[in-house]
């Protein structure tokens, strides 16, 4: 069964950075758009970043624009999420999710596979 593994969360002062990064288990990923989701302890999955299998188009959320980065290295079948300037209101559980038809999404029940999530906790 087709899995998606995140790794690269951890306690990051305010201000800093930090990149997570989703391990796909089979190249047919390439083929799938992505994004990234995220959950606060008491708060709904809400969508961060997303990026389209097809010209690699990205979509971010209004909170993080200007400070994440979503990309892809399909040679290695991985997604990545680069977070700068990071701030203790970006403390959760970060998520990747796999679309199997459709260009990237902001809306949660549109992916198909999903990761474990990891934790990423900004410190003030």
């Known amino acids: 069964q087709a899995q998606l593994v995140e790794s690269g969360g951890g306690v990051v002062q305010a201000g800093g950075s930090l990149r997570v990064s989703c391990a796909a288990s089979?190249?047919?990923?390439?083929?799938?758009?992505m994004g990234w989701f995220r959950q606060a302890p008491g708060r709904e999955r809400e969508f961060v970043a997303s990026i389209a299998w097809f010209r690699s188009t990205t979509r971010y959320a209004d909170s993080v624009q200007g400070r994440f980065t979503i990309s892809r290295d399909k040679a290695k079948n991985t997604l990545y999420l680069q977070m700068n300037n990071l701030k203790p209101e970006d403390t959760a559980v970060y998520y990747c999710?796999?679309?199997?038809?459709?260009?990237?999404?902001?809306?949660?029940?549109?992916?198909?596979?999903w990761g474990q999530g990891t934790q990423v906790t900004v410190s003030s």
């Open positions: 089979d190249p047919s990923f390439n083929t799938y758009s």
């Open positions: 999710a796999a679309r199997k038809v459709g260009g990237g999404s902001s809306t949660y029940g549109e992916y198909d596979y």
